[in-house]
Antibody
Framework: QVQLMQSGAEVKKPGASVKVSCKAS????????VSWVRQATGQGLEWMGW????????NYAQKLQGRVTMTTDTSTNTAYMELRSLMSDDTAVYYC?????????WGQGTLVTVSS | DIQMTQSPSTLSASVGDRVTITCRAS??????LAWYQQKPGKAPKLLIH???TLESGVPSRFSGSGSGTEFTLTISSLQPDDFATYYC?????????FGQGTKVEIK
């Protein structure tokens, strides 16, 4: 069965970077893209960006351009999202989700807390 | 960027009610719209894609309609398991955008 397994919770200081992983199983990794979506506590869903697992092509949300990098490792079927220059507003649950259009499978979420 | 606006933000309803949630796009998006259900502490669940196609395994009481700039999600007879927050999402292959969400509460 399709699964997306994300790395564990992180606590970071302002100005630091975080890298979250998303290991896919149960399907042909290169056949789908992966989006990253985040959700601050009590808030809505925010799309951060998307990466093609086929060729590594990326599209990032304008507000995160320059601070976010998404990559994939097809040898381990893993997608990564790195966010730099962290601020308190980046405290959120980060999800990876499969799909090149809509997203039919999601990871369990990774809580990233930014606090001094 | 295309903006997605949902209404209402909160909806109070009873079991058995027919419920309709609206999603409007700031410009035409054809039928490139999905609907998700999210429960507290859980990842979103895909209900409908391409505006009206029910995802496999989703109960038939859920339906979607619309095209262009106005879309609706309808729950024909609200069940206890349906109390949750619902999001619409536009996608076009290079950008995605969510609506702000509609929380369906018990009346």
């Amino acid at each position: 069965q399709v699964q997306l397994m994300q790395s564990g919770a992180e606590v970071k200081k302002p100005g630091a970077s975080v890298k979250v992983s998303c290991k896919a199983s149960g399907y042909t990794f290169a056949s789908y893209g992966v989006s990253w979506v985040r959700q601050a506590t009590g808030q809505g869903l925010e799309w951060m960006g998307w990466i093609s697992a086929y060729n590594g092509h990326t599209n990032y949300a304008q507000k995160l351009q320059g601070r976010v990098t998404m990559t994939t490792d097809t040898s381990t079927n893993t997608a990564y999202m790195e966010l730099r220059s962290l601020m308190s507003d980046d405290t959120a649950v980060y999800y990876c989700a499969r799909g090149t259009g809509s997203h039919d499978y999601w990871g369990q979420g990774t809580l990233v807390t930014v606090s001094s | 960027d295309i903006q997605m606006t949902q209404s209402p933000s909160t909806l109070s309803a009873s079991v058995g009610d027919r419920v309709t949630i609206t999603c409007r796009a700031s410009q035409s998006i054809s039928f490139w719209l999905a609907w998700y259900q999210q429960k507290p502490g859980k990842a979103p669940k895909l209900l409908i894609h391409t505006a009206s196609t029910l995802e496999s395994g989703v109960p038939s009481r859920f339906s979607g309609s619309g095209s262009g700039t106005e879309f609706t999600l309808t729950i024909s007879s609200l069940q206890p398991d349906d109390f949750a927050t619902y999001y619409c999402q536009h996608y076009n292959g290079y950008s995605w955008a969510f609506g702000q969400g509609t929380k369906v509460e018990i009346k």
